[in-house]
C-alpha cells in the first residue's frame, strides 16, 4: 500500500469518529460532559428520558445520595430522576439530576462542585 494512501485510510477513520463521538455516540452510563448537560438542560421541556440515558444519565442510588450530598434538593413528588456525574476537561463539575413526570422534563439540575472551589 502506498503511503499516502495509507494515511488517507487513517485520516478517514479517524474523521469518521470524531463524528460518531460528536453525535453523542454511546455515552458512559452514569458521566457526561458538562457542555452535554448544558445541551440537554436547554431542551427545556423538550428533553425526554431516553435522549438523557443516551447521553450518559442513569438511574443511579449513589448519584442520587452524591447529589444530595453535594447541597441538592430531594427529587421532585412523583417524578423519576436519572443522574450524571458531569465533567470538563477531566474537572469533576457536580451532579446533574434530570427529573420527569412520563416523558416530560420537570426538572434538569446539576450541583456545580467547581464554584465550590
Known amino acids: 500500500m502506498h503511503r499516502s ?3 488517507r485510510g ?3 477513520g479517524l474523521a469518521a469518529a470524531a463524528v460518531l463521538a460528536g453525535c453523542g455516540g454511546s455515552a458512559t452510563p452514569g ?3 458538562a457542555q452535554t448537560y ?3 438542560e436547554a431542551r427545556g421541556d423538550q428533553l425526554t428520558p431516553e435522549t438523557a440515558k443516551d447521553r ?3 438511574d443511579d442510588d449513589e448519584l442520587a445520595q452524591t ?3 453535594e447541597g441538592g434538593a430531594p427529587e421532585p413528588s412523583g417524578a423519576q430522576c436519572l443522574y450524571a456525574k458531569t465533567s470538563y476537561r477531566e474537572s469533576y463539575r457536580g451532579v446533574a ?3 420527569f413526570e412520563g416523558d416530560r422534563a420537570v426538572s434538569v439540575e446539576r450541583n456545580r462542585a467547581d464554584l465550590d472551589q
Open 5 to 7: 494512501t495509507r494515511w
Open 38 to 40: 448544558r445541551s440537554l
Open 67 to 69: 447529589f444530595l450530598d
Open 31 to 33: 458521566e457526561m460532559s
Open 56 to 58: 450518559g444519565a442513569t
Open 97 to 99: 439530576r434530570f427529573c
Open 10 to 12: 487513517l485520516a478517514t
